[in-house]
């Protein structure tokens, strides 16, 4: 092979390698933190189910992602309390029906991401959970300063049986 061509390709090659990897970082650090300084886990689309929930109050779904010290308490039965370094996500979307079958609720416009952090030490006075939610495609940060936290907070005092977390872990066979 001719060397110059050799250079070229591996230059051209290289410059395309940086320019994906380049837009993709730039495309993580677009998503800023929380107005409580929570920022959003990188590569929480990877993670393992752990539940869904259908809200019919507001009419949205929601698919609940755990990291893996979330999904290694569910395998364990060890989700009351959730043990510190848990990391719960939840997607939600509107309802839609399905045009092909209109019994079926499918996902239609996606409405937010919201993060639950278990941490006793760091949120004691939130339920040892610190919470985060970005609006939209866009992420967009939720609450106008820090204080957002207590009204998740208030609202999962509902849930104070099941260490202030609404999920129940789906049962797979």
Not at 15 to 44: C, D, R, T
Not at 80 to 93: C, H, Q, T
Not at 122 to 142: F, M, Q
Request: hydrophobic share 40%.
């Amino acid at each position: 092979m001719n060397n110059g061509v050799f250079n070229k390709r591996t230059i051209l090659l290289a410059g395309l390698i940086m320019f994906f990897v380049g837009s993709a970082y730039a495309e993580k650090q677009q998503v800023l933190p929380a107005p409580n300084g929570i920022e959003i886990p990188i590569g929480y689309k990877n993670w393992r189910l752990i539940g869904i929930t259908h809200r019919t109050d507001n009419k949205s779904l929601r698919v609940i992602l755990g990291n893996s010290a979330a999904i290694k308490a569910v395998h364990s039965g060890k989700t009351n309390p959730w043990p510190n370094g848990v990391i719960l996500a939840k997607l939600v979307w509107k309802d839609r029906q399905l045009d092909t079958w209109p019994a079926a609720t499918v996902p239609g416009d996606f409405n937010h991401a919201e993060f639950m952090f278990k941490d006793s030490k760091k949120y004691p006075e939130t339920g040892g959970w610190g919470y985060a939610r970005w609006k939209g495609l866009d992420l967009i940060p939720y609450g106008k300063d820090a204080s957002f936290v207590q009204e998740c907070a208030y609202c999962h005092k509902a849930a104070s049986k099941t260490d202030n977390a609404f999920t129940i872990p789906a049962l797979l066979p």
